[in-house]
């Protein structure tokens, strides 16, 4: 984080593709966008940016006072979805005899374009505002010269027919992206694919995110990407099965056919001893969570399945790839990364996620309201995930 003195000197500067000065203590919109500006670097220079909330345009210190509920609500960015993929950002209040400053320092993202409420907000030297057609290009082909995750690698082999663009533009966009851009939009497909992460335009193909969530048969190039759910009649592997069935095909229509399996078949009413009160054997919400949970972060390079196995007292969710970046076992579920940044950005477009970081600790507490004993986590894996939830 920006030192002290180094925040003295930065008053004193003009508002430019790294700084933006506010007195306002409520305007979210200008925060969202500042932030949002800065994770897309337009600029390039690979420094982060600042916002800072107290000051004047000329450096002046305005002398309002930063509390906890100021913090609260830049740190929220972070999380809650406005901002498109998340934010990598600190928070900090720093105290002067003429009064407190709030200040958000925000790293480039390395997969642009990054969006706010659905826009590309950049900023170079004074100007700022949303990115047209030609920007985004700029901003989509800066991300694949430094792409590192698996999703937003181009999928080699693979080309637009191998898309189902129907479900992208009548079902993805429309999430994605604000009505004001969708109305002016006449870019052509590829170049709407791209500025969402989904098509590389270096090498002319879709990104394995483009094929696992709108491939026509994303199982020909990444043949692990399915879940395999089998109901057990026992406690054990041994036992028989009494059904199964695999959840392949693209990710936009399997993760809702997910959550209406989830309610149909898994979680089922209780009736207590007394017979008098009904329980469920599994909140649906801490189900979905977990499962949406494996299919964001799983390794898609892995050739072996989600394993989605019932038993007669127990569920188990096993994924390929273990704890991923800055999570580990001494501090999960609190700290998480993202394997696969674009599939977690458009799980949360499509409302499969409600907010970033969040499932794995939304889920325990689900399990926790409906009566049932706590998760077991098996964390110590380096090439695998699972969570048991008992009955």
């Given at each position: 984080?920006?030192?002290r003195?180094?925040?003295?000197?930065?008053?004193?500067?003009?508002?430019?593709?790294?700084?933006?000065?506010?007195?306002?203590?409520?305007?979210?919109?200008?925060?969202?966008?500042?932030?949002?500006?800065?994770?897309?670097?337009?600029?390039?220079?690979?420094?982060?940016?600042?916002?800072?909330?107290?000051?004047?345009?000329?450096g002046?210190?305005?002398?309002?006072?930063?509390?906890?509920?100021?913090?609260?609500?830049?740190?929220?960015?972070?999380?809650?979805?406005?901002?498109?993929?998340?934010?990598?950002?600190?928070?900090?209040?720093?105290?002067?005899?003429?009064?407190?400053?709030?200040?958000?320092?925000?790293?480039?993202?390395?997969?642009?374009?990054?969006?706010?409420?659905?826009?590309?907000c950049?900023?170079?030297?004074?100007?700022?505002?949303?990115?047209?057609?030609t920007?985004?290009?700029?901003?989509?082909?800066?991300?694949?010269?430094?792409?590192?995750?698996?999703?937003?690698?181009?999928?080699?082999?693979?080309s637009?027919?191998?898309?189902?663009?129907?479900?992208?533009?009548?079902?993805?966009?429309?999430?994605?992206?604000?009505?004001?851009?969708?109305?002016?939009?006449?870019?052509?497909?590829?170049?709407?694919?791209?500025?969402?992460?989904?098509?590389?335009?270096?090498?002319?193909?879709?990104?394995?995110?483009?094929?696992?969530?709108?491939?026509?048969?994303?199982?020909?190039?990444?043949?692990?990407?399915?879940?395999?759910?089998?109901?057990?009649?026992?406690?054990?592997?041994?036992?028989?099965?009494?059904?199964?069935?695999?959840?392949?095909?693209?990710?936009?229509?399997?993760?809702?056919?997910?959550?209406?399996?989830?309610?149909?078949?898994?979680?089922?009413?209780?009736?207590?001893?007394?017979?008098?009160?009904?329980?469920?054997s599994?909140?649906?919400?801490?189900?979905?969570?977990?499962?949406?949970?494996a299919?964001?972060?799983?390794?898609?390079?892995?050739?072996?399945?989600?394993?989605?196995?019932?038993?007669?007292?127990?569920?188990?969710?096993?994924?390929?790839?273990?704890?991923?970046?800055?999570?580990?076992?001494?501090?999960?579920?609190?700290?998480?990364?993202?394997?696969?940044?674009?599939?977690?950005?458009?799980?949360?477009?499509?409302?499969?996620?409600?907010?970033?970081?969040?499932?794995?600790?939304?889920?325990?507490?689900?399990?926790?309201?409906?009566?049932?004993p706590?998760?077991?986590?098996?964390?110590?894996?380096?090439?695998?995930?699972?969570?048991?939830?008992?009955?």
């Open positions: 984080m920006i030192s003195e180094a925040l003295r000197k930065m008053l004193l500067e003009m508002e430019a593709d790294r700084i933006e000065k506010t007195i306002s203590k409520t305007d979210t919109n200008k925060f969202g966008e500042a932030i949002c500006s800065f994770s897309n670097d337009m600029a390039a220079e690979g420094l982060p940016g600042y916002l800072i909330i107290g000051a004047n345009d000329d002046s210190i305005q002398g309002i006072d930063i509390d906890e509920q100021i913090i609260q609500t830049l740190l929220s960015f972070r999380t809650d979805g406005r901002i498109v993929p998340p934010p990598t950002m600190i928070v900090k209040k720093f105290s002067f005899d003429e009064g407190d400053l709030a200040v958000v320092e925000v790293q480039p993202s390395q997969v642009p374009p990054v969006r706010f409420k659905g826009k590309v950049i900023r170079i030297g004074p100007r700022k505002g949303t990115a047209n057609a920007e985004e290009r700029i901003l989509s082909e800066k991300r694949s010269t430094f792409a590192r995750s698996f999703d937003t690698q181009p999928c080699r082999g693979s637009l027919e191998d898309l189902s663009t129907d479900i992208f533009q009548l079902i993805y966009l429309p999430t994605a992206v604000d009505d004001e851009t969708l109305k002016v939009n006449g870019r052509e497909i590829k170049e709407q694919l791209a500025s969402l992460k989904f098509f590389d335009l270096r090498t002319v193909c879709p990104t394995n995110a483009g094929i696992l969530m709108f491939g026509i048969n994303p199982r020909f190039f990444l043949p692990g990407a399915y879940v395999q759910y089998v109901k057990f009649q026992g406690e054990d592997e041994i036992s028989d099965f009494s059904y199964e069935h695999r959840f392949d095909g693209d990710l936009t229509t399997q993760m809702r056919e997910m959550n209406n399996f989830i309610k149909a078949q898994i979680v089922k009413k209780v009736q207590d001893k007394l017979g008098e009160e009904y329980t469920y599994y909140p649906s919400s801490a189900i979905q969570e977990l499962l949406y949970n299919v964001i972060h799983r390794d898609y390079q892995s050739n072996a399945p989600i394993k989605f196995y019932e038993y007669s007292n127990r569920i188990e969710i096993i994924n390929p790839g273990g704890l991923f970046g800055n999570a580990r076992p001494e501090n999960f579920p609190n700290t998480n990364d993202y394997r696969n940044p674009t599939l977690a950005e458009a799980a949360k477009n499509l409302g499969f996620i409600n907010s970033f970081n969040v499932g794995v600790k939304r889920a325990i507490a689900a399990l926790k309201a409906n009566g049932n706590k998760p077991k986590f098996l964390i110590d894996q380096a090439t695998s995930f699972g969570v048991i939830i008992y009955k």
